[in-house]
């Protein structure tokens, strides 16, 4: 079974700053994907970003961009020039026949 | 607006009561799940239908019985509930299970609060 960890519960950015959000995960596919989902207080998912296994290039959407580290079965997320509408609960999982979140991290913007 | 719709929002119930939750998808997608989201823990994936059919239970207990009677709309009906039962329960859908690398949309979910 894949399980997914993300070690840091809160974490806090300045406005316009730059803030990573870690994930690792564990499974024995050669070929999967993974998510990352936010949850504001409205508590609707939203996708951020996605990245197929097999590419070796980090996936980017705008000021959202991840850094993928295969081999230390490593997802962070780089969120660039934070915004305050940035807030929420940031979820990385992994496609299985659903989907296994992490625990989730929560981000707080500093104005 | 994402496409999938939850109803109601919120619902408290007794021990004893039996109510169902419902699903609504019009992105014309062939999967869709059901998840339950809980104080302090990760999201838990309970039931994957595929094209009607049920594909996956995660070893949910039998006071929750889904229901998916065409692609566009899954139920979840409960009874017998107990007070661990409280969540927030969300429904999504996608494309179908097999292409795993399209996205999941989500709905709002529903807040359940078993009295």
């Known amino acids: 079974a894949q399980t997914v960890t993300q070690s840091q519960p809160e974490m806090s950015v300045q406005e316009a700053e730059t803030v990573t959000l870690s994930c690792t995960y564990d499974?024995?596919?050669?070929?999967?994907?993974l998510f990352w989902y936010k949850q504001p207080p409205s508590r609707q998912m939203i996708l951020v970003i996605r990245q197929e296994a097999y590419k070796q290039q980090n996936a980017t959407e705008n000021r959202f961009s991840v850094n993928f580290q295969k081999a230390a079965k490593s997802f962070s997320l780089k969120i660039s020039d934070s915004q305050l509408g940035d807030a929420a609960m940031y979820f990385c999982?992994?496609?299985?026949?659903?989907?296994?979140f992490g625990e989730g991290t929560q981000l707080t913007v500093n104005p | 607006e994402t496409g999938v719709t939850q109803t109601p929002r919120h619902l408290v119930m007794g021990m004893t009561n039996k109510k169902s939750l419902k699903c609504e998808q019009h992105l014309g997608h062939n999967a869709m799940y059901w998840y339950k989201q809980s104080a302090k823990k990760p999201l838990e994936l309970m039931f994957v239908?595929?094209?009607?059919?049920?594909?996956e239970n995660n070893s949910v207990p039998s006071r929750f019985s889904p229901e998916c009677p065409n692609s566009s709309h899954l139920f979840l009906h409960l009874h017998t509930l107990q007070p661990e039962d409280s969540a927030l329960y969300l429904c999504?859908?996608?494309?179908?299970?097999?292409?795993?690398?399209?996205?999941?949309?989500f709905g709002d979910g529903t807040r359940l609060s078993i009295l």
């Open positions: 999504a859908s996608s494309l179908h299970t097999g292409k795993r690398n399209q996205p999941q949309h």
């Open positions: 499974t024995s596919e050669s070929d999967y994907y």
């Open positions: 239908y595929n094209f009607k059919e049920q594909t």
């Open positions: 999982a992994y496609r299985s026949a659903g989907l296994t």
